[in-house]
C-alpha cells in the first residue's frame, strides 16, 4: 500500500461542491461524475456524491412505499363508494 496523502478539501471547495450540487438538473449529473468521474476527482468528494446518491435512492424507495401503502388504503375504500 502506498503511503499518498489526499489533499484536504478547503472550505471554499466544499462551498462551491454544495452550491453546484444545489442546481436542480445539474446537480444531479454532477453527483454521477463526481461519483463514478474516475481518479481526477478528490476522494472525499467522490465518497461525498456516492454517499449522496445513496440517501436520494433511499429517500425515493421510501416515497415510493408510502405512496403505495396509502394508495392501496386508498383504493380498498374506494370500492365502498356508489357513484
Known sequence: MENSTIPVMSIKDWMITILIAAIPIVGFVMLFVWGFGGGAV??????????????????????????????????????????
Not at 45 to 52: H, P
Open 42 to 83: 478528490n476522494p472525499n468528494k467522490q465518497n461525498w456524491a456516492k454517499a449522496t446518491l445513496l440517501w436520494f435512492a433511499i429517500i425515493i424507495g421510501l416515497y415510493i412505499v408510502v405512496f403505495m401503502v396509502f394508495g392501496a388504503a386508498f383504493l380498498s375504500n374506494y370500492k365502498d363508494f356508489d357513484f
